[in-house]
T-cell receptor
Framework: EAGVTQSPTHLIKTRGQQATLRCSPISGHTSVYWYQQALGLGLQFLLWYDEGEERNRGNFPPRFSGRQFPNYSSELNVNALELEDSALYLC???????????FGDGTRLSIL | DQQVKQNSPSLSVQEGRISILNCDYT??????FLWYKKYPAEGPTFLIS?????DKNEDGRFTVFLNKSAKHLSLHIVPSQPGDSAVYFCAATSYSGAGSYQLTFGKGTKLSVIP
């Protein structure tokens, strides 16, 4: 069974640009979650998508957005990039609430 | 407001001995708890979980204990092996209908198992 895959592995952008990160969940998983792990911090919940709908979002500004496609893959978009957006962005998928989330290896976003 | 706390940033244990990782939480609505392990340059890997209706769950060398009255859970690894050296994250969740579910993570404890 293929795990959660994320692309790209690394992404380098400059301030003010836009970044798009992609995630393919485990086959059969309908829920996709996005997390940010900044240096020295734990995993901060960003977004939860289920069945194509945004179900919940964490305490992040609206320039963090995303979507889930009919095949349950997902995109995370970050607009007007700021230096503090530099972090590891992790995607996870699960069968639903109260089911363990399985993580990809992340996208390292660096803002110059 | 940190709802899930792992107060020990690091822990060193001799190979073969028991590793005990601790986690405290403040939100009494949490009712499902998980432990994840993370190696450098990899995503977290699910280890073990426990529902609030239980006080213990075992899976091989890993046992999670939950003390609801103290709002405390712990992960025991017996015996510890060098390959267990990683960062361990405690996570907790509650669910009260669509739109109210999220996993809250602690900041992690770095375990080093010394051969």
């Amino acid at each position: 069974e293929a795990g959660v895959t994320q692309s790209p592995t690394h992404l380098i952008k400059t301030r003010g640009q836009q970044a798009t990160l992609r995630c393919s969940p485990i086959s059969g998983h309908t829920s996709v979650y996005w997390y940010q792990q900044a240096l020295g911090l734990g995993l901060q919940f960003l977004l939860w998508y289920d069945e194509g709908e945004e179900r919940n979002r964490g305490n992040f500004p609206p320039r963090f957005s995303g979507r889930q496609f009919p095949n349950y893959s997902s995109e995370l978009n970050v607009n007007a990039l700021e230096l503090e957006d530099s972090a590891l962005y992790l995607c996870a998928s699960s069968l639903g609430p109260y089911q363990p989330q399985h993580f990809g290896d992340g996208t390292r976003l660096s803002i110059l | 407001d940190q709802q899930v706390k792992q107060n020990s940033p690091s822990l060193s244990v001799q190979e073969g001995r028991i590793s005990i990782l601790n986690c405290d939480y403040t939100n009494s609505m949490f009712d499902y708890f998980l432990w994840y392990k993370k190696y450098p340059a990899e995503g977290p890997t699910f280890l073990i979980s426990i529902s609030s209706i239980k006080d213990k769950n075992e899976d091989g060398r890993f046992t999670v204990f939950l003390n609801k009255s103290a709002k405390h859970l712990s992960l025991h690894i017996v015996p510890s092996q060098p390959g267990d050296s990683a960062v361990y994250f405690c996570a907790a969740t509650s669910y009260s209908g669509a739109g109210s579910y999220q996993l809250t993570f602690g900041k992690g404890t770095k375990l080093s198992v010394i051969p």
